[in-house]
């Protein structure tokens, strides 16, 4: 029988992955679209169906992450909507736009 974590116990992410590498997702958050401005930002490639300029921003509070949505296009979290904003699990998977792009969730322990 597979072990079933409630929503409290559920590891939150620590990292978002795009294009083979890990981005570290930090208290002060991580804008993340076409052109999310100054950093920390993750700015990606003009081009992408339904992807705005400042897409979303994700943000880490102590054990906690969440997505805060900035956009009119839409941002899901394992295929549901998000409205207004979210908890990140590891293991979920952000998909920015309608088709958009999809970036997967991770927790990165430190050694």
């Known amino acids: ?8 116990a ?3 992410a620590t990292h978002v992955v795009y ?12 804008v993340i679209g076409r052109d999310p401005g100054d950093a ?3 700015q990606l490639p003009s081009g992408i169906a339904g992807l705005s300029r400042r897409h ?13 949505d900035h956009s009119s296009h839409g941002t899901w ?14 293991g979920g ?3 920015l736009g309608e088709p958009g ?3 997967p969730l991770v927790a990165i322990e430190a050694a």
């Open 1 to 8: 029988q597979p072990l079933q974590l409630s929503r409290a």
């Open 10 to 12: 559920q590891v939150m």
């Open 19 to 30: 294009a083979g590498r890990v981005v570290p997702i930090p208290a002060e958050g991580l």
């Open 40 to 42: 920390p930002a993750l």
């Open 56 to 68: 979303c921003t994700l943000r880490r509070d102590g054990s906690r992450a969440q997505v805060i």
């Open 77 to 90: 979290l394992d295929g549901a909507r998000v409205r207004g904003r979210a908890l990140l699990p590891a």
């Open 93 to 95: 998977v952000l998909r």
């Open 101 to 103: 792009i999809e970036l």
